[in-house]
């Protein structure tokens, strides 16, 4: 079946504007999460969506960052007044709310902020 | 919250040399820690999961181990190949009530090299 899907792959942008960032998750997945990836670097938890329940957002590293997740499926993460570290490769995964079957990555959105 | 240590941040092996990668975890309520793979440019692929009710897991060439009471996991790739060069990540996370993952807590990567 399909997997997770994002868009768009490739973003760039001028400082101070804002972007948006959309996820497509698996069909069937209520869990729905967003990491950051700076080049080089680990994996950086943004937030984390499961269900109807309130969204953990204990990563989100200002409140220039925020994410919307419509109809339990599709997932929006806007970045207003975009900085130059805000620079990385935005990835969404998604998982099935129980069963521990592992979260399953999408492709990512490779932001550059000039 | 977590804090998920890995080791080492390189390794390189000649190929048919096997490699270990080591995880440690610092919340004892962790109880799911899968693997991802990571090749360059791309996204990254579960490999290989256990839970904390085992011991041990394998799947052909790869196995994890687990100790609960040290708080450590392993990535063991045997017979390895070229193919298997990437980064791996580690990761913890709590599986609660019927089995709801909550969100993981990755470790920093390892950048694996085999080298023919």
């Known amino acids: 079946g399909a997997g997770v899907s994002q868009s768009p792959s490739n973003k760039v942008t001028e400082k101070g504007k804002d972007v948006e960032l959309r996820c497509d998750p698996i069909s069937g997945h209520t869990a729905l999460y967003w990491y950051r990836q700076s080049l080089g670097q680990g994996l950086e938890f943004l937030i984390y969506?499961?269900?109807?329940?309130?969204?953990?957002k204990s990563g989100l590293p200002s409140d220039r960052f925020s994410a919307e997740r419509t109809g339990g499926s599709v997932s929006t993460l806007t970045i207003q007044r975009t900085q130059q570290e805000d620079s990385a490769v935005y990835l969404c995964a998604s998982s099935f709310s129980t069963g521990g079957t592992g979260q399953y990555f999408g492709p990512g959105t490779r932001l550059t902020v000039t | 919250g977590e804090n998920v240590e890995q080791h080492p941040s390189t390794l390189s092996v000649q190929e048919g040399d096997s490699a270990v990668i080591k995880c440690t975890y610092s919340?004892?309520?962790?109880?799911?820690f899968p693997w991802y793979k990571q090749e360059l440019g791309k996204r990254p692929q579960l490999i290989i999961d256990?839970?904390?009710?085992?011991g041990e897991k394998k799947d052909q060439r790869i196995a994890v181990t687990l100790n609960k009471t040290a708080k450590h996991f392993s990535l063991h790739i045997t017979e390895t190949q070229p193919e298997d060069s990437a980064v791996y990540f580690c990761?913890?996370?709590?599986?609660?009530?019927?089995?709801?993952?909550?969100?993981?807590?990755f470790g920093r990567g390892t950048q694996l090299t085999v080298w023919p």
């Open positions: 919340d004892s309520a962790s109880n799911y």
């Open positions: 256990i839970r904390s009710n085992v």
């Open positions: 990761a913890a996370s709590i599986m609660g009530r019927g089995s709801t993952l909550g969100r993981l807590y």
């Open positions: 969506f499961q269900g109807n329940s309130a969204p953990d």
